[in-house]
């Protein structure tokens, strides 16, 4: 089982949301191995506090990285599996209108929303004078994208269990209301940050329909910082690269794709045998091609 391979292939070829719940997963397994081995060592490591965005500025100065690592941080199962699935689902819903860049920007931007209103909020409240909090977590990201598609497509309907079919627009709206509420509660630097992604994913939608794309510059950004590190990790490639001249008539042409379709009927013929599994990484990646046509 190519497990590791299969990651890697769905990552480069998946969608934006795809790669956006491997990395906040990823990055929930990667800390949560750190903290194992720091723990039967004996030690400890603030991971968390230097990743989550603190509400002290004076700390903020000294983390200036944490308004980006905090909303694919996740300290629990239960946060992680909850804003994941809100990720999924709304995530869906927006690129069933818009493409993936456009939901990167709307995530980006929701999350760097959520934090720039939790720090103001902490620094301007008389209420949380006293509080050192830390913000952590996708859900402004998540609110931004929701609020996105609830703004532009408000009365498409989604089913909820035990109650039934809602147009998004009310989804939408108690979400908001339960985090206004929520303030008040044991969370409000959450619920305020809840609020910061909700204003951009309304903010995204209404510059977009006057033809501005308000997250472009930012993905744009993240896109040329991606193929610079892709540079700096490819390997050079060891095969010998052939070129195949074109069939010279008719005759060769129907040979070619001939033998073409046996060898995908023998690849499928494998999987029926022994399974997808069983394939090599070279007979996976011609039947990836095949269905792509």
Do not use: C
């Not at 990743?51 to 002290?56: G, I, T």
């Not at 510059?217 to 690269?241: C, D, P, Q, T, Y």
Request: proline share 3%; hydrophobic share 45%.
């Amino acid at each position: 089982m190519d497990i590791v391979g299969d990651i890697k292939r769905t990552f480069k070829e998946g969608s934006a949301l795809t790669r956006l719940i491997y990395i906040n997963i990823g990055v929930f397994l990667l800390l949560k191995i750190i903290g194992v081995f720091f723990y039967h060592s004996g030690q400890s490591i603030p991971l968390y506090q230097w990743l989550s965005v603190p509400s002290v500025t004076e700390a903020l100065v000294q983390r200036p990285w944490t308004p980006i690592t905090y909303m694919f941080l996740h300290q629990g199962f239960i946060h992680l599996l909850f804003n994941m699935l809100g990720l999924y689902w709304f995530g869906q819903l927006f690129l069933y209108h818009f493409e993936g860049d456009k939901l990167l920007g709307v995530y980006l931007m929701g999350g760097l929303w959520g934090a720039f209103l939790y720090i103001v909020a902490y620094n301007l409240f008389p209420a949380f004078n006293s509080v050192y909090g830390l913000l952590l977590g996708a859900s402004a990201s998540v609110f931004a994208i929701l609020v996105a598609i609830a703004f532009y497509d408000p009365n498409r309907e989604i089913h909820l269990f035990f109650i039934g079919r809602f147009p998004l627009k009310y989804v939408a709206a108690f979400y908001i209301l339960l985090s206004v509420i929520g303030i008040s509660s044991t969370n409000p630097g959450g619920n305020i940050a809840h609020l910061g992604g909700a204003f951009w994913g309304w903010f995204y939608i209404y510059q977009l329909r006057k033809g501005k794309d308000m997250g472009a510059g930012l993905v744009g950004f993240v896109n040329k910082i991606g193929e610079f590190l892709a540079g700096l990790f490819k390997h050079k490639s060891k095969m010998k690269v052939t070129y195949r001249k074109p069939p010279r008539d008719d005759h060769e042409y129907n040979r070619q794709k001939h033998k073409q379709q046996d060898e995908i009927n023998r690849i499928l013929d494998k999987i029926a045998k022994t399974g997808y599994d069983s394939l090599t990484k070279q007979e996976k990646e011609l039947l990836f091609k095949q269905g792509k046509k």
